[in-house]
């Protein structure tokens, strides 16, 4: 199975602020990668496909790279709607596999 | 608006059967891969196998294949997660989630999702 890792697990920063956050694979998944955003008590929502792909209606202020086995979703300025869990999951191969999540709160 | 509605919360005890529901609306339901996914209470997502409405081709993961059984029934545009003895264990947020059906691919992403159903599992 190729495991996803995602760092940091937790992340603090404000508002206006530019985070990313790191998913890397144990071997290559070439962009097979999606990220999802989720809310305490709500089910994910999807961002981003191919590795870079912006869903239709997601904010430009998200954007992912890379391929092969290191990834990175970027908020380039933070805004209060996007303090979430933010997950990344392969789906180049079964089974699919999902990183343990990265929190992003308030700091 | 594609839509999928998740049948609502359960309490069982250890030991019992269950099955939930996903009914989906506003697209061809026999033509894209349904997904369930597990969350357990604080912890990430989990890909348990997803199933083709069409024909009913599933595939599952190693970890959940045995343990659950996944169907669908077309002609109400609903799919299924059983367990026909739950263990406590099994207390999580159960999720349906649409393939997205970019080129035509069972290996893809989830989108979109149900809101879930918590399944608690107490003695």
């Known amino acids: 199975d190729i495991q996803m890792t995602q760092s940091p697990s937790t992340l603090s920063a404000s508002v206006g602020d530019r985070v990313t956050i790191t998913c890397r694979a144990t071997q290559s998944i070439s962009i097979w990668l999606a990220w999802y955003q989720q809310k305490p008590g709500k089910a994910p929502k999807f961002l981003i496909y191919?590795?870079?792909v912006l869903e239709s209606g997601v904010p430009s202020r998200f954007s992912g790279s890379g391929s092969g086995t290191e990834f990175t979703l970027t908020i380039s300025s933070l805004q209060p709607d996007d303090f979430a869990t933010y997950h990344c999951q392969q789906y180049d191969s079964y089974p699919f596999t999902f990183g343990q999540g990265t929190k992003l709160e308030i700091q | 608006e594609v839509q999928l509605v998740q049948s609502g919360p359960e309490v069982k005890k250890p030991g019992e059967s269950l099955k939930i529901s996903c009914k989906g609306s506003?697209?061809?339901?026999?033509?894209?891969?349904i997904a369930w996914v597990r969350q357990m209470p604080g912890k990430g997502l989990e890909w348990m196998g997803h199933i083709y409405p069409g024909d009913s081709d599933t595939r599952y993961s190693p970890s959940f294949r045995g343990r659950v059984t996944i169907s669908a029934d077309k002609s109400i545009t609903t799919a299924y997660l059983q367990w026909s003895s739950l263990k406590a264990s099994d207390t999580a947020v159960y999720y349906c989630?649409?393939?997205?059906?970019?080129?035509?691919?069972?290996?893809?992403?989830?989108?979109?999702w149900g809101q879930g159903t918590l399944v608690t599992v107490s003695s």
């Open positions: 506003g697209y061809s339901f026999t033509r894209q891969w």
């Open positions: 191919k590795a870079s």
């Open positions: 989630a649409r393939l997205s059906d970019y080129g035509d691919s069972e290996y893809n992403w989830f989108d979109p």
